[in-house]
């Protein structure tokens, strides 16, 4: 019992990981994708991206730039895979916690609770497609 326990904590626990990093790479893939001047320019509003750091920090030179960006899509497509083969359980948990949170709301706040759950997802359906046209449009120059 204790180690079913553990072992479902230490998947958990991996699932978060591999979404965080997952989240990160895709960041960073899109950091890749639109170039890191242009994303300087907004990471000065928001604070500087990890790439555009380490890039800074370590003196990354145009040709080094060139090695590593197939290396991070390369890791983008990977942890994508991954995550895909987790997602149902991912989102099993996902959706347990926020029925549980549910539950603990009264009528009033459940209903008010829904609607930010969907503002948020088309806030992030909202994101995509601005980034998936944003991808398109530089592919096709």
Known sequence: MIRASRGRAAVLLLLMFAAGLTVGL????????????????????QGRSTIERFADD???TPEQQAQIDPIL?????????????????WEAVVDSARARIESVLTPDQAERYRALLEQQEQEREAEAGEKDNGASDETSD
Do not use: K, W
Request: aromatic share 4%; charged share 30%.
């Open 58 to 60: 370590l003196g990354i």
């Open 26 to 45: 895709a960041g960073e893939r899109y950091a890749l994708h639109r170039g890191i001047e242009e994303v300087a320019s907004e990471s000065t509003r």
């Open 73 to 89: 899509v390369e890791t983008r497509e990977q942890m994508s895979a991954v995550f895909d083969q987790v997602r149902p359980e």
